[in-house]
């Protein structure tokens, strides 16, 4: 044999007893955890699993209780006692407004004391004031038909239960009955100006 020939055999000879070492040795260091007492690592792993599947079994039946709880059936029952109607409307406007008007309607009186009292304050143009020394005053004033009137405080003027309040030096305040929004008769204010704005 050749030199050259003995020198591919020897190393083929090493790669293969290098490659055989290493095999051997993997295969040594993979079955030393095998070779440990198992008796050590069974009882970690199974009480691992008891406390978990206890865990779960204990959160699974906590889950059951509260899922049976929401599906048991429901009664309820409505009581309206001291509730308001969600299906009226929260402004009683109509049927208000003609029961009070059936009650309380004002109309035009057929007999009157003067003849202020048979007609609207807002037909009444106020043509002056006068005042004296003391202060007090006295308004004039007219209605469309010309006819002059001499007002005073706590004189009955219109149909609607009015009275002259107070009488100050551009205008004449009288208060009277008349029908709100909601159809009920309250007190309020009509004012006759001296001088309206634009005449």
């Known amino acids: ?11 083929t000879k090493f790669v293969i007893y290098t490659s055989l070492l290493i095999t051997i040795s993997l ?3 993979c079955c030393l955890p095998g070779c440990k007492d198992k008796t050590t690592v069974i ?3 199974a009480s691992i699993t008891k406390k978990t599947t206890t865990i779960n079994s204990e959160k699974i039946k906590d889950f059951q209780v509260r899922l049976e709880h929401l599906m048991e ?7 309206s006692a001291g509730k308001p109607d969600p299906f009226q409307p929260f402004l ?28 609207d304050v807002g037909q009444l143009t106020l043509v002056g004031i006068i005042a ?14 010309g006819i002059g009137y001499f007002l005073r405080p706590g004189l009955r003027v219109g149909y609607r239960s009015g009275r002259i309040k107070k009488i100050l030096p551009d205008r004449v305040i009288v208060e009277e009955k008349l029908e709100d929004i909601r159809g009920e008769l309250t007190l309020q204010e009509r004012v006759l100006l001296l001088h309206p704005e634009g005449k």
């Open 1 to 11: 044999m050749s030199l050259s020939a003995k020198k591919r055999v020897g190393c």
């Open 27 to 29: 295969c040594g260091l």
């Open 43 to 45: 009882p970690a792993a």
């Open 73 to 79: 059936p429901v009664t309820y029952y409505y009581s």
């Open 92 to 119: 009683k406007t109509t049927p208000k407004v003609s029961r009070q008007r059936q009650k309380k309607e004002v109309r035009k009186p057929e007999i009157c004391a003067t003849a202020l009292e048979c007609m």
């Open 132 to 145: 004296n020394d003391k202060g007090n005053r006295v308004a004039m004033a007219q209605d469309a038909a």
